[in-house]
Nanobody, 112 residues
Framework: QVQLVESGGGLVQTGGSLRLSCAASGRTFSSLAVRWFRQAPGKERELVAGITWPYNKLLYSDSVKGRFTISRDNAKNMAYLQMNSLQPDDTAVYYC?????WGQGTQVTVSS
């Protein structure tokens, strides 16, 4: 089973950028799809971006397309979410996910 630990969240102003990281350990990370979800207060958890396996197709929600970029470095057992042009609506806890489970989440807060 893969263990996931997110980092890189924080407080940023509107229009700013953050890069989230997801460190994986345990079973082979490279043979898993990886996804980023987010959950804002009072809202359901939603899929933000994903990389499929084995074809590494990149997927984005309409709300972040063109602003966020998902990537992975299998040699380092890492996944990333580069977030640009952040808006207050992007405020949420962001979670890394594979078919094996979830990380604990990292808070992203965008001030207006």
């Amino acid at each position: 089973q893969v263990q996931l630990v997110e980092s890189g969240g924080g407080l940023v102003q509107t229009g700013g950028s953050l890069r989230l990281s997801c460190a994986a350990s345990g079973r082979t990370f490279s043979s898993l799809a990886v996804r980023w979800f987010r959950q804002a207060p009072g809202k359901e958890r939603e899929l933000v971006a994903g990389i499929t396996w084995p074809y590494n197709k990149l997927l984005y929600s309409d709300s972040v397309k063109g602003r966020f970029t998902i990537s992975r470095d299998n040699a380092k057992n890492m996944a990333y979410l580069q977030m640009n042009s952040l808006q207050p609506d992007d405020t949420a806890v962001y979670y890394c996910n594979t078919d094996d489970g979830w990380g604990q989440g990292t808070q992203v807060t965008v001030s207006s």
